[in-house]
Every structure is written in C-alpha cells, then in structure tokens.
C-alpha cells in the first residue's frame, strides 16, 4: 500500500473530532494530529443549525490541521441518525459467456441489481457492502472472480439514507473547504475500531452508546449483517437526572460523568449526599437509579433492534458496548446480568497504531478511528472486490451532482 495521508471527521453530537494519519500499511497507521472541540447545532445526530455546526467542524479541523502540521483538503465523514434504515438484498445475474469465468464487472453488475431496490421518497442508497456470493446456489464465496458459473448471487447489505440530512452535513463540511472523500456510516466505522476478527466471524452485536444515538452494528461471517440507529444515549441521561434531581442539566452532566454508576458501591449509597461546586447536591442513590433505570431501558432497547430474538445463535460472541456513554462503571455487568448474553467493554483497538493516539484510547472515540480504519481494513471483510464496487462511490457522486446543480 502506498503511503497515504488520510483525514475524517466524526461530526458527533457533543464533540466533532477531526483525526489526520499517515497510512503507511493497514498495520502501520501513524495519528499525525487529533482536534475535538464541543459540538454545537446537531441534535441526535442530524445537523439542526448550519451555522453552529460548520463553526464546530470548522475549528476541529483547524486543531487538527494545527498540530499536525498538515492542510485538511479532504475527509471522510461520519453519517448517523434516525433516518438510517438497513435491509439484506440479493442480486442476481446471469453469467453468459461459453467459458462461464467470473469477471470483476460480473460482480459490478451483480451488486447493481442488488442496490436496485425502491427507497422511500427522499431517502437513497447509502452504502451496499456485498456479504458474500453464491455460486450456482453454493454459499458462502467470498472471492468469485476466477472461478466458473453460471448464475451469480451476491447478498448485501444495503443501507439507506435521507438526502436531506446528509446533504446537510455534506455542505458544512464542503463550506469550510474540505471536500467529502466519503460518507461511511458510523456503526460500521465503531465496529471497525473495536472489535476482533474473531468476534466478527463468529457472530456480535456492536452498539456504540454516544451523546445523541446508539449507533448498532451486527457482524456475522466476517461481514456486516445488520444495522439501526436507536435515537437515545448520554444526553437522554444527564436529561433523566436533570428533571428528576431538579438540577441544571450541565450540573446533571457533572454529577453524571463524576459520581454516575448503574451498579452503585455499597459504602457510597449509605453516604446520603453527593455534592458539586455551587451548592448543588443531591442523593447518590437517586442519581445511580435514576442513571439505571435508562440503560436498562437503552440495553432492551438495543435487543429489541435485533433481526431475530434468538440472540445467542445471531451473535455467540455477545454484545461490545462503546461510545462515551460506556464510561459508566458496570454497565457491562448490568448488560450480562439483564440481557443474559456475554457483554464486553470494547475501547479502540489500537494495535498498529501510533502517533498522537493517546486519547484515542477512550470509548468516545471509536467511530473517530473507525472512520479512518474502514476505508482501509473494512473492505476486506465486506467482500468488496473492486473500488467501484466501493462504500460509497455512488451516493458520493449523487448528491455532488446535487450541489452542482
Ligand atoms: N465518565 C462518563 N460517565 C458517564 N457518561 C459519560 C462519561 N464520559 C462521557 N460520557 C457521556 O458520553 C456521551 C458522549 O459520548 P460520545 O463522545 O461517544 O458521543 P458523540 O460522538 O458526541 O455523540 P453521537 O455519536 O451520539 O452523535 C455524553 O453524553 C457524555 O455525557
Ligand atoms: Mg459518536
């Protein structure tokens, strides 16, 4: 792989972080800079004011470019939200020729058939990452070219998208002069960033637990398998202890980053009061219940996302949580004991990586590396055989064809 300069923004929706990094190989990524400032003027992971949004990606882009050293000219971009839906679709073709050799455009063709689905009205496709293909009917082909048949069947997982959020988010970005190298969905870029191969072969349920979204990922064979967006996380939370506690919400949000526990230590729950600067305090019990009481909610909720309720033969390897809101101490244990599937804790898994990584390390910052990895790794177990096939190629070039016009 020649060495290579890439950029992404996580535009999230309580920090936009902006990451530049020298791919040297696939194993040897050097974080060249890093800059994450407050998000402003997104609300669950749609851009809702332009202005605050483009000034919070602006100067993310700027830190990063700052300690760098290195001019942000192009990125890719993080797309999440409610109005992300995901559904598995087959294309079939025929293979015609005498000698009924797969040729790379075969599988162009094939995914083209297959990403030919109707959208709902202003929505489109958004990514159609091939599974696996099949062969005359035998499944499971990871890598068809070279090999002789005559039917052809890729099955993908497509993920649509609204043209009106993503244009949005499109056009912060571009009006601060950094063109979109490519839209990727965030579960995918989360579920990059932490899981093992392993896991992903064998069958996981990936939710990253953010500021504004749950972001869920299931990956089953190597290969993605199912997405959603639960429009509930940290915010719903430090909201829940606001109103319940009578707090100002961004006292809620200290209280809930500095004492917020879901399994609460014993010693802690018999002291009465927890306190914060300007006399605010309130009961340590009340704040832990009131904070388990929406993960619990938030952890059914995620199950209730899932394409089957038979969650052990979907995912053997359980559930991996991350996302900033995964900071709460013994949400895994609370996770395990509700929903009685094995839970892990899952930070950026950063071997091969290095440079100014170190803040990369937390949760929070999984769909940030994630966006970087994808572009590089994600398409090996996506079965993406040629660039055109690509992530995003089309929509990319779709609603560039909108701001042209
Ligand atoms: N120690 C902590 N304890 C509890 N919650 C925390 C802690 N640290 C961060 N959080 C919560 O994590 C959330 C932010 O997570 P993250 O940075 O992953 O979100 P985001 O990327 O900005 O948002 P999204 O992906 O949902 O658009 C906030 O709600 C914050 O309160
Ligand atoms: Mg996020």
Redesign the pocket.
Known sequence: MAKKIISAI?V????VATIVANVKAEDDIEVLGVGVVP?HG?HK?IVVNMEEAKQSIATSVKEAQRVSGIRVDSAYVGV?GRHITSLNNKGVIAIPRDDRLVRPQDLKRALSAARNITVAEGKRVLHAIPRYYALDGQEGVKQPVGMHASRLDVETHIITASVTSIQNLAKCVRSIGVDVEDLIL?PLASGEAVLTAEERDTGVIMA?I????T?IAVFKNGSIYHTAIVPV???Q??SDISIGLGLPFNIA?KM??RY?NVTPTLELEEAVQVGLENGHSASYKDLCNIIRARMEELLQLILMEMPTSDYHSLAPCGLVLT???T??PGLDELGQSLLRIPVRKGRPLTAGIYGISDILHDP?YA?TLGLILWPIRGKEHSALQTKNAGVLGNFVSFFRRLFRA
């Open positions: 996580d999230g929706t309580t920090k998000s997104l992971g999440t965030e990253d953010g500021g504004g979204t972001d996380a940290g915010y939370v430090t949000e809930k980053k917020g996302g900033g809101t900071n709460l929070s769909t």
